[in-house]
């Protein structure tokens, strides 16, 4: 096995899959689970990544076992030999999976004591330190802050204090010796500039060329830009004739201005720097007085640990319980600088170890065209810098296994790329227009009438503002669900936002914690008595009978809280979201669609003008990525005085419009099965994306018969479904069967979370989210109050009905995750459930199987 590897993997190209085949062939070589690190940027992917290792543990088929073969080196036949040795080790044992932020917490409680921390320490979402700060600010040093504030009002010192508190230890020791500056040299050469125009110049130079009163009137004109003549190298003024010694003295000029420009910088550094260490001080005698951190301090101080030459990273690896063999890194294109210096000690020391302990490696995959989060710190140059520093091996992946022919080339085209599809087929449409929301009518109209349905359509767009005029223009104009990222949030569902209300109201009884409670339930506040929030949470639902699918989710994301004031503090900056069952077109940014992908995808440009502020701060990287080698005040035409400036100015201009790139190809890489783009006829975000129109839109799989509904989810709890005596005739006759069905009925019940976490050893999630997503589906084509998991006693037999939808025709659906050769006793079933029915509420119900393996509806 190649030991220091990176896999270039660019969108739909099997990233996760190939990412999971690399940590199992670890396990094949022997390694230990929790001697292998894998660190992700999410919880989401780092719970993706031990599912999917538990999953392809249960089902070790060949094509699979033959990769890991190919990646260990070593034969099938052997490797045959230790798939159950490394089932065994691998459910037996602690698994090393972790996001970077968990990693720097681990490293910070084991070493909180060198840092002068309590191991104890809570963390918060932001540790907002600004206003302390003000506080301890002296009646003078405040009005000095205000001062120096009022001055580069376009700076937001508040977010600038804490960038540079992330950015420290990428900084070197600066040292802001305000230089001499005598502002009379400036005028004493333009001065001389003006005399020669005057004596040689045309009448209308010489009225136009004066000696003005101050600086700024010599650098820039009335317009606020710098004048023409002073941007080039050269003397040059139509009607005055240059001469060596003009030019001479046009070269001072320019230089003295730079000067000058140089001494404003320095001074703003020095005060900047000044008042920063005072923010740093009181930020970090904040957090060890009070032991509360953000993933930001944790991060500084475990930093400072690792870096602290009295601390040797064996003696850091010992306290960590741990030898870590092996590191694999997810997304590596997005890792920040500061995230990396976590990292970069221990892969230093399994490099250094080469030749002498050749079982340990270094893996990282990524992709640099989809590197969009500058603006949070990320850094694509780090991907090349640790590729050349450890001599990494490479390989890429380039079939494109989301995103059908059509898409593919399309984008191939737009990008310079030779990605291959999988499948063929698809459709492209990309289109200009000035008004936006306009076109965007029009295609949705034009996805409906080729039958595709709501759930089914996704549009991306710039911005949050981006999203909130789309949501309102689509209801507005169509009456259409929308889901948004907000609108799916738990904590946002009517009922789990009640509970939390009157979970709050147990704490602090006001009279709005009360009215929240009481508006959405209808039912009375009562006090409970006080315990672990999930406990309390079972008891409300269960006591006001208010259980539906948030509450549920609400109740799982409980259990992670110690008790009822840590989960009142916590629960606001959950981000567990709700699954898009609602039947609505989903709405989000392209930030928020990246690692996610969309049957029919609508893309959308900036909505109105693009506000784009030049920053007041810019840094010059180093060639690594990671370290910093100067600060420059972007002093508005700088660039035509100062060539190192302009080169900073230049590299940061690219960086950004490289980045505007990036999410161009994110955005356009989420379509399976139709990529529609609207963009503005000059656009410079989609400046590389050519007006098409390639293949044909293809359906959903499942039409409505019936004319939809939109209704909301009301579910009441029973318990678990119990079998019934009528299943004896057909009875599923392995685990992955019966497994399937109880993921089913668990996924629609309470979650397909839950389903996955539960049943991923015997099921794999892809197929449980795929059962749900067709009896969403179906679920969705038909009117009236539907009814789920609803238990009744007839003729002393028990029975369950999964879905039922009482309307002018009332609908018994039943669900199964397989279709038997035999169906006689499903169909007995539910016949069992219409007599039942029938003489229960003296009306009769259609009976339907639902086989989602077939996507078939049957009635009975």
Excluded at 171 to 199: C, G, M, R, T, W
Excluded at 262 to 281: C, G, I, N, P, S
Excluded at 493 to 521: C, G, H, M, N, W
Excluded at 564 to 583: A, H, K, R, V
Aim: one cysteine or more; a negative charge.
């Amino acid at each position: 096995m190649k030991r220091f590897f990176a896999l270039l993997a660019s969108a739909g190209t099997g990233k996760t899959y190939s990412l999971t085949l690399h940590y199992l062939a670890k396990l094949f070589e022997r390694s230990d689970p929790y001697d292998i690190l894998a660190i992700t940027f999410t919880n989401k992917a780092a719970n993706e990544m031990r599912e999917r290792a538990g999953e392809f543990l249960q089902n070790m088929d060949e094509e699979k076992l033959l990769a890991i073969s190919q990646i260990c080196e070593t034969p099938l036949d052997e490797l045959r030999k230790r798939v159950q040795e490394v089932k065994n080790k691998f459910y037996a044992s602690a698994l090393n999976i972790r996001t970077i932020d968990s990693f720097a917490q681990i490293i910070l409680r084991k070493f909180a004591s060198y840092a002068g921390l309590a191991s104890d320490f809570t963390i918060k979402e932001k540790n907002e330190i600004f206003d302390r700060f003000l506080e301890e600010l002296s009646a003078r040093e405040f009005e000095e802050f205000a001062r120096f504030a009022k001055e580069f009002e376009r700076v937001d010192l508040h977010e600038l204090f804490a960038f540079l508190y992330e950015k420290e230890k990428e900084l070197p020791a600066f040292s802001f010796d305000v230089p001499d500056f005598d502002e009379s040299a400036v005028f004493a050469v333009y001065k001389k500039i003006v005399d020669h125009v005057q004596n040689h110049g045309s009448d209308a130079k010489k009225k136009s060329f004066t000696v003005p009163e101050s600086i700024k009137e010599i650098i820039y004109n009335k317009s606020g830009s710098i004048p023409k003549w002073l941007q080039g190298d050269e003397f040059k003024i139509a009607g005055v004739k240059n001469c060596e010694t003009l030019q001479r003295e046009f070269e001072e000029l320019k230089e003295a201005i730079k000067d000058y420009m140089l001494w404003r910088e320095a001074k703003f550094l020095e005060r900047l720097f000044a008042f920063y260490r005072r923010y740093q001080k009181t930020r970090k005698e904040h957090v060890r007085n009070n032991a509360e951190l953000d993933f930001t301090d944790i991060k500084y101080f475990a930093n400072e640990i690792l870096y602290d030459s009295q601390i040797h990273s064996e003696f850091v690896q010992f306290r960590l319980d741990a030898r870590i063999l092996h590191i694999l890194f997810d997304e590596f294109q997005d890792t920040s600088a500061q995230d990396w210096m976590l990292f970069e000690p221990f892969v230093d020391e399994i490099y250094s170890g080469q030749g002498q302990r050749d079982e340990r490696g270094f893996f990282l995959v990524g992709d640099k065209k989809q590197a969009i989060y500058g603006f949070r710190g990320g850094n694509e140059r780090l991907f090349d810098y640790v590729i050349q520093k450890y001599q990494m091996h490479t390989a890429e992946l380039t079939i494109n296994y989301r995103s059908k022919s059509n898409i593919v080339d399309y984008v191939n085209q737009s990008f310079g790329l030779q990605q291959k599809a999988n499948e063929s087929g698809g459709y492209v449409d990309v289109s200009e227009s000035e008004e936006l929301l306009e076109a965007l009518g029009q295609k949705l109209e034009l996805l409906w009438q080729n039958g595709v349905v709501d759930e089914d359509i996704a549009i991306l767009v710039p911005t949050n503002d981006d999203v909130l005029k789309v949501s309102e223009f689509i209801k507005e104009h169509y009456d259409k669900n929308v889901v948004t990222s907000s609108s799916k949030l738990v904590i946002h569902q009517p009922l789990a936002k009640a509970i939390i209300s009157l979970l709050r109201y147990q704490l602090d009884p006001q009279d709005l914690y009360k009215f929240e409670f009481e508006a959405v339930t209808h039912k009375k506040i009562q006090n409970f008595k006080l315990g672990k929030p999930h406990i309390m949470i079972r008891e409300i639902a269960d006591h006001y009978g208010i259980w539906d699918r948030s509450v549920k989710m609400l109740l799982q994301e409980a259990i992670n809280f110690k008790d009822i004031y840590d989960f009142l503090e916590g629960i606001e900056e959950s981000s567990m979201q709700m699954q898009n069952s609602g039947g609505g077109i989903e709405v989000l940014t392209i930030h928020k669609s990246k690692g996610l992908s969309f049957a029919h995808t609508i893309v959308l440009d900036k909505i109105g003008s693009e506000r784009n502020y030049p920053p007041k701060i810019i840094f010059d990287l180093a060639d690594d990525g990671i370290r910093i080698n100067g600060i420059y005040l972007n002093i508005k035409g700088r660039e035509y005085f100062d060539a190192n400036f302009a080169r900073v100015q230049s590299g940061y201009d690219a960086q950004k419009d490289n980045e505007l790139r990036n999410v161009a190809y994110v955005a356009l890489t989420r379509a399976k099965e139709s990529l529609i783009l609207i963009k503005k006829p000059k656009s410079k975000r989609f400046a590389m994306a050519s007006c098409a129109q390639i293949g044909a839109i293809a359906p959903s799989k499942i039409n409505a018969k019936e004319e939809k509904e939109k209704f909301v989810y009301s579910h009441t709890y029973y318990g678990a479904q119990k079998i019934i005596e009528e299943m004896e005739e057909y009875k599923a006759n392995d685990y992955e069967a019966i497994y399937k069905g109880k993921a089913l009925h668990e996924a629609m019940e309470v979650g397909v979370g839950y389903a996955k976490r539960r049943y991923s050893f015997f099921v794999k999630p892809q197929a449980i989210e795929e059962m749900v997503e067709v009896a969403r589906k179906i679920e969705s084509c038909f009117k009236g109050k539907k009814y789920r998991e609803i238990p009744f006693v007839y003729n002393e037999k028990l029975g369950i009905i999964d879905l039922l939808i009482e309307a002018k025709q009332s609908l018994i659906i039943d669900y199964k995750s397989a279709k038997p050769h035999d169906e006689s006793a499903y169909i007995k079933q539910v016949l069992f459930y219409k007599e039942a029915y029938r003489k229960l509420r003296d009306k009769d119900a259609k009976g339907y199987l639902l086989y989602t393996d077939k996507e078939e509806l049957k009635e009975v």
